[in-house]
């Protein structure tokens, strides 16, 4: 499983967790989009926010492994926001899963973060 360094393990002062430290013995937890609903807590917006913030630093507009990000959170933003690099060959339970993330709706979702077009 690859560690993705440099990547936040949580959101600073909280509990929010970005990483996980080890790979599981069992396999990685299934990948599933999950719905954002908006009565959602604020502190749960803001770790939304936070992480996404993380992943478009660290990965930009280049696909990514999913590694050691954590499959709940990533669920979140799955199917919508973050993307497989490669539909036809993605399986959600594999850490060598290849991401993207899909920059045109994190422009529409969360126009607050700006995307380098290079």
């Known amino acids: ?10 959101q600073k ?19 599933k989009a999950r719905e954002r609903f908006k009565h959602r807590k604020p502190a749960d917006k ?6 996404l913030e993380a992943c478009i630093e ?9 590694g050691n990000l954590d499959a709940g959170r990533l669920s979140w933003f799955f199917g919508r926001e973050i993307i497989p690099a490669d539909p036809a060959n993605f399986s959600p339970t594999d850490y060598e899963a290849e991401l993207i993330l899909n920059t045109d709706v994190i422009r529409e979702t969360f126009p607050e973060f700006v995307i380098d077009d290079e």
């Open 13 to 31: 002062g909280t509990d929010y967790q970005f990483t996980i430290r080890r790979d599981s013995k069992n396999g990685a937890t299934e990948l």
């Open 1 to 10: 499983m690859l560690k993705h360094r440099g990547f936040p393990s949580r």
């Open 46 to 51: 803001r770790a939304d926010e936070a992480f």
């Open 58 to 66: 660290c990965f930009g507009e280049e696909p990514f492994e999913r």
